[in-house]
């Protein structure tokens, strides 16, 4: 875990806490904060942060950026596809860090006007690391910056009505596999994160219709 992670914004050691005191009570995990900036990231599995800490201004122009995403991977089939092209277009060689977590307000700007077919310039250029933040590990992140709140909460309600039995069902894995669309859609997800929960409940789906030994 990151020892001290400073805040973009005004360059002061940011707070490690559970995201219920953001999400007024709810948690969505733990988070690295800066209360007088209104700024925030998700944790890592390891307690460091997940990429860039975002404002309200940058967390609104990423909410707009997924929108635009999800329609590009309608457009190309797949968000794996639509994060290579991202990637090609910010001239950034690893897709994973062309998810909008991981940008700044510059770069998420850029990729908006690009994908919306009137880029002005050459990208901005990358930002793999928050100030004051050793580089993160890789691995499963479920961020806190959801791609509109309400949304976000009605998809865990059916997540939880789904959850409500011990056993595995239809219903549950479907209500998993909208949640893992949600988050990849606001970049909460990297495209790797994404296709590795998709191929567990796949996996799971199948284990559904073999039947059990007599």
């Not at 609104?60 to 997924?66: Q, S």
């Not at 993160?136 to 998809?155: H, I, K």
């Amino acid at each position: 875990m990151s020892d001290t992670v400073l805040c973009p914004y005004c360059h002061q050691p940011a707070v490690f806490m559970d995201s219920a005191r953001v999400y007024g009570g709810r948690s969505y995990g733990m988070i690295w904060r800066c209360d007088p900036c209104d700024a925030h990231i998700s944790a890592d599995k390891n307690g460091g942060p997940a990429g860039l800490m975002a404002n309200r201004e940058l967390r609104g122009l990423r909410k707009t950026l997924g929108g635009e995403i999800a329609g590009l991977a309608r457009k190309l089939g797949s968000f794996p596809k639509a994060a290579e092209h991202c990637a090609k277009l910010l001239q950034i060689s690893d897709p994973d860090k062309a998810s909008a977590r991981h940008l700044n307000i510059e770069q998420t700007r850029w990729l908006l006007t690009a994908l919306q077919g009137s880029p002005i310039g050459a990208p901005p250029a990358t930002q793999d690391r928050q100030e004051g933040q050793e580089e993160p590990d890789e691995g499963g992140v479920l961020s806190v910056q959801p791609a509109g709140l309400g949304a976000r909460l009605r998809a865990a309600a059916r997540l939880r009505r789904a959850f409500a039995g011990n056993t595995d069902c239809a219903e549950r894995i479907a209500a998993e596999r909208d949640m893992a669309s949600r988050q990849l859609a606001a970049g909460e997800l990297s495209p790797s994160e994404f296709m590795e929960r998709l191929q567990r409940l796949q996996a799971r789906t199948r284990a559904l219709r073999v039947p059990a030994p007599a």
